[in-house]
Nanobody
């Protein structure tokens, strides 16, 4: 089994910054894509950013130029640097990982979510 532990959320004023982290642990043989999604109350879960094992990235249009996704393959960890935050960025941010374990094979895993609130 694979566990994801997220950290770094919180309350920040508009224009501020936060850095989210998500560390994967457990019976991991390999990790392919890693990413972040977000879900605001009453809304659907939306893609924020993804990154391949080789470092290729993809961003939602709403965060391009403000957010940066990165990963440390040695630590099985993905990061999301969020700058110039706006009130509309307020949501629960969830980590998503495609990992291979010897017991289950390839499977998608989700973190428990971390709250990001942007408010003055």
């Amino acid at each position: 089994q694979v566990q994801l532990v997220e950290s770094g959320g919180g309350l920040v004023q508009p224009g501020g910054s936060l850095r989210l982290s998500c560390a994967a642990s457990g019976n991991i043989f390999s990790i392919s894509a890693m990413g972040w999604y977000r879900q605001a109350p009453g809304k659907q879960r939306d893609l924020v950013a993804t990154i391949t094992r080789g470092g290729s990235t993809n961003y939602a249009d709403s965060v391009k130029g403000r957010f940066t996704i990165s990963r440390d393959n040695a630590k099985n960890t993905v990061y999301l640097q969020m700058n110039n935050l706006k009130p509309e960025d307020t949501a629960v941010y969830l980590c998503n990982v495609l990992a291979y374990s010897s017991v289950i094979g390839w499977r998608e895993y989700w973190g428990q979510g971390t709250q990001v609130t942007v408010s003055s």
